[in-house]
């Protein structure tokens, strides 16, 4: 199974990023995609998920800014950011599993730094 996470990047507080993940070698349809970050000198955490069936779960501190989606035709999964703020600032990671508790496979990371 492969992860490629994308879509990071430098943008001011306020702005918007959408991050993508391309998936491989699984039946992606059958398994929940999370995306979770990591600042530097913090552990890494949830930011949001969704389940096969279209459900999602999301961190509090996110809910209304971010977005996370699914397209099952093209094994992809993508997580809109809006009004960004630096607290959001960290590596982010997509990750699969079987359930909204348990991933089982990672991506590589895409940063994303938010200006003040």
């Known amino acids: 199974v492969q992860l490629q996470a994308s879509g990071g990047g430098l943008v001011q507080a306020g702005g918007s990023l959408r991050l993508s993940c391309a998936a491989s070698?699984?039946?992606?349809?059958?398994?929940?995609m999370g995306w979770f970050r990591q600042a530097p000198g913090k552990a890494r955490e949830f930011v949001a998920a969704?389940?096969?069936?279209?459900?999602?779960d999301y961190k509090n501190s996110v809910k209304g800014r971010f977005t996370i989606s699914r397209d099952n035709t093209s094994n992809k999964s993508y997580l809109q950011m809006n009004n960004l703020q630096p607290e959001d600032t960290a590596v982010y990671y997509c990750?699969?599993?079987?359930?909204?508790?348990?991933?089982?496979?990672w991506g590589q990371g895409t940063q994303v730094t938010v200006s003040s």
């Open positions: 990750a699969m599993g079987p359930s909204m508790r348990i991933y089982d496979n």
């Open positions: 070698g699984r039946t992606f349809s059958t398994y929940v």
């Open positions: 969704i389940g096969w069936s279209g459900s999602t």
